[in-house]
């Protein structure tokens, strides 16, 4: 019976193990893709996220086959956040993504602060594959 109960309790320890291994092995790097409707016009937006110990960086296309640097960005519990700060037509905008990793998709709400506006949308880009 104590033998019994010695290997059912070393199960339940290396079935635990196994699933924090698999909670922090969660990582953000990759390149991630969703749609947004501007104007009643869909365009594609991507994003290389690359996460380096706990530091989360990244970029997003510019103008002129250029990149921009993501700001304030952060990975923690599972969670992704970063900001993107645009210029366009003399007008500065900035957009804050945050969203829940769950595999190759993030969930979450884009807030976009424009002439002191903001306007909040969904947020839902799947990872490309390699």
Do not use: H
Request: charged share 35%.
């Amino acid at each position: 019976m104590r033998r019994r109960n010695f290997i059912s309790l070393s199960l339940v320890l290396v079935c635990m193990v196994s699933l924090c291994q698999a909670a922090d092995s969660a990582d953000p790097t990759g390149t991630w893709k969703w749609k947004v409707s501007i104007n009643n016009q869909d365009r594609e937006m991507s994003a290389k996220l690359k996460l380096d110990g706990d530091k989360l960086t990244g970029t997003v296309p510019g103008p002129d086959n250029t990149e921009i640097k993501i700001t304030d960005a952060t990975f923690k519990d599972g969670e992704v956040a970063f900001t993107v700060s645009r210029e366009r037509d003399g007008q500065k905008f900035v957009v804050k993504y945050k969203g829940k990793l769950d595999g190759d998709t993030i969930k979450g709400k884009a807030d976009v602060e424009r002439n002191g506006t903001t306007m909040t949308r969904d947020w839902e880009p799947k990872r490309e594959k390699k």
